[in-house]
């Protein structure tokens, strides 16, 4: 039998390989930058306070949506429900359009979807980059940004937050962390240790990797890497806080190193009664099992966003 060192060890060089195949699915799929996007499919840049600098979001519009150009039309103006989708380590902000079907899928929805610019961040606020702060950019930035620029229907009833991989585990963590702003959160193939990762646990060979995670959450035992453990957010979490969270979605493959963490995480919110519907199916770490887990869990907004 595994000794729980040696359990959690064999988790933490699945998570490196499921990052690294990630990275590398990244770089073989890679859209042409020249590609003209579709009339709906719209690029913009925020000028960030937090940040100081210019940050790149997509939006991608409804069908119908278009703009009042009409200045005595009596005809009252529809507004709309947004989900948030973020990327994945080494990814970027087109990379939901660039390499799933997103356009497709969200024809069928009455929906305005934003994929923000999440660099390598992990949806955090770096312990030591001063204005790396890419989880206070997104919540008090860019979702005020979208409910002032486009017709959204503002409120925690019609907002919605997933990601992959990393950005998985940047959705949960916003789910736990602002339950106010979000109905529903999902995780698809989420990277949900990140913030444990030492390291010392990683080795001198994923130096790219443990950059990234040192870069953000900085020391073992730094209050960076404690306020963004989304395992320890909930094995602390008061059950009154508890009942209040949106409802959280979250799968993985049955063929991905990361399965181990997304089971072990589907306990602990068991144990606190938090609801949630977690999924085993078979896949890896790739595009092709995002591409038809977004499909999934835009059927399953149906159930929350009215």
Not at 9 to 27: E, H, R
Not at 72 to 89: D, E, M, R
Not at 240 to 252: E, N, R, T, V
């Amino acid at each position: 039998m595994q000794t729980t060192k040696h359990r959690f060890l064999t988790q933490y060089i699945w998570l490196v390989l499921a990052l690294c195949l990630s990275a590398s699915a990244y770089a073989q799929q890679a859209q042409p930058k020249s590609a003209a996007l579709p009339a709906n499919v719209e690029n913009h840049k925020l000028t960030s306070k937090l940040m100081a600098r210019e940050m790149s979001y997509r939006v991608v519009l409804p069908e119908g949506y278009g703009k009042l150009k009409d200045k005595n039309t009596t005809v009252k103006p529809k507004f709309y429900p947004v989900i948030y989708l973020l990327h994945g380590l080494t990814g970027h902000f087109d990379n939901w359009t660039d390499k799933s079907k997103l356009v497709e899928y969200a024809a069928r929805y009455d929906y305005i979807f934003v994929t923000p610019e999440g660099n390598n961040g992990w949806y955090s606020d770096s312990s030591t980059v001063s204005n790396d702060k890419y989880e206070s950019y997104i919540i008090q930035e860019l979702i005020p940004e979208i409910d002032k620029n486009f017709r959204t229907q503002a409120d925690r009833n019609h907002r919605a937050v997933a990601g992959l991989s990393m950005g998985g585990y940047g959705s949960i963590k916003f789910g736990l962390k602002y339950p106010e702003k979000f109905v529903l959160v999902g995780s698809f193939s989420g990277a949900l240790q990140a913030a444990s990762l030492t390291e010392k646990m990683l080795g001198s060979g994923w130096k790219a990797l443990t950059d990234s995670i040192t870069g953000v959450y900085g020391a073992e035992d730094s209050p960076t890497r404690k306020a963004n453990d989304v395992f320890k957010i909930v094995r602390e979490m008061p059950a009154d806080k508890a009942s209040a969270l949106p409802f959280i979605y979250f799968d993985c493959g049955t063929e991905d190193g990361l399965i181990i963490t997304n089971r072990e995480f589907s306990t602990a919110l068991l144990e606190k009664k938090i609801p949630h519907e977690f999924r085993e199916l078979p896949g890896k770490h790739d595009w092709k099992f995002w591409d038809a887990q977004i499909q999934e869990f835009l059927r399953v907004s149906e159930k929350f966003i009215k």
